[in-house]
């Protein structure tokens, strides 16, 4: 089996391990006869499986005793409203504008209530975030903060965690670096995450959420909608995404086989670095985001020339690494380098760089 090198940015790498392990359950779930897809999501078997993925999330993610971890459908783009839809009921929230995704969540949550935006670098192409506190005062009073901590289409990365007042809930936006780096999971109030790019495949969203934050819930929404009801239900209230909860426990062991959360987080600092120092060395490319806010995960780039650009992504290809055409909406190249992808496919795709860069 040939397996090329793939910077998708997601769906995303997984490793082969995991792969293979589903492969396996899709046919017999560990002994029980039943093949994971076909498996009851009520059945103990499966079950278990959802407590063992949340337990390894909370360990993970030092969360607390207070947090509890669900998974939900509708990715990212779900959460834009329903964060909102169920926290702000018509109070304000203050909203960092640091990216497409960001753009588009601020967005959703104006449709429920007041949104204050006191940074953006949309202006600039999304080419940095603030330093800490580069936003101002936050209001006391306001219901959340939420900031996405990494910005998959320009290529952008939280270093550090917002300092808020203690009155504001804050809220995180994970979807393309949770558990890429070592953070402490207890100082948020509610994190979101699509689990496709870092956590296993699409169609399996992770809500970490603390646990008095669902008494502050809008009651009277539709009972889908309600982080209480799933909360209440053990992510089982209605058929979740049994392969991908499964894909997410798999994530989580191989993390540990890893050496855990802060020996990635190394790892992937020195592979990013790597692949900076070429492009910030090179003639043909340049980053497209600055010094100090630059993304491990999505390293974006660009020669500059759009049709040069696309020469190298067709090029890329036929060296067999694939998946570094940038974001539709920003064009332009990006190599996303997410925990599953191998070491192997960063020496690949540092040479073709550098080939290219001494072609002229």
Known sequence: MARIHNFSAGPAVLPLSVLEATREALLDL?????????????????????????????????????????????GGNTQFFMVPMNLLRGGSAVYLDTGVWANKAVKEAQRFGTVHVPFS????????????????????????FHYTSNNTVAGSEFAYVPEVPASVALV??????????????????????????????????????????????????????????????????????TIGIYMIREMCRWIDDQGGVAALELRNQARADRLYTLIDGSSRFRALVRPGSRSNMNVTFT????????KVVKAAEKAGISGIKGHRSVGGLRASMYNALPDDAVDAIVAFLSDVDAAG
């Open 30 to 74: 560990d002994g029980t006869g039943i093949g994971l897809a076909e498996m009851s999501h009520r059945s103990k078997p499966f079950e278990a499986i959802v407590a063992d993925a949340k337990a390894r999330l909370h360990r993970l993610l030092r969360l607390s005793d207070d947090q509890d971890v669900l998974f939900l459908h509708g």
């Open 121 to 144: 670098s949309k202006a600039t192409g999304w080419d940095h975030v603030p330093a800490q506190g580069g936003w101002g005062e936050v209001d006391p009073a306001a219901v959340y």
């Open 172 to 241: 995180c936006d994970a979807s393309s670096n949770i558990l890429s780096r070592d953070v402490d999971g207890s100082r948020f109030d509610l994190i979101y995450a699509g689990a496709q790019k870092n956590l296993g495949p699409s169609g399996v969203t992770v809500v970490v959420i603390r646990k008095a934050l669902l008494d502050r819930c809008d009651p009277n929404l539709p009972t889908m909608l309600r982080y209480g009801v799933h909360a209440e239900n053990g992510s089982l209230y209605n058929t979740p995404c």
């Open 303 to 310: 020669t500059g020339d759009a049709d040069l650009d696309l």
